[in-house]
């Protein structure tokens, strides 16, 4: 299965379990469940991918190392704001007093 059509099954899946749980979740907590599960674009993902495996097959290109520099560091704040949602969705879980 290519990449672009994996990624489009995981983020349905994610919606459809999103969906699932949205009846015992507030609407923060399901902003929070859809911002934790956020990754790059199908597009990205996919131009990111092709750039580490010429990477690893040491064909890129100066300019395609700046390019997934930028990818990297795109993911990198992806992750950053994946965890701060995690430690926010955790503090909101969290019992009083605890």
Known sequence: MPVGELADLVQD???LHAHRLA???STTEADLLEQINRGLPVERQTRYDELIEKRLAETLTPTEHQELMQLN???EQLNVARIKNLRF???QRAPAGG
Do not use: D, F, G, K
């Open 13 to 15: 899946l994610l919606r």
């Open 89 to 91: 969705n955790r503090a």
């Open 73 to 75: 560091q795109a993911v």
């Open 23 to 25: 009846p015992v979740l």
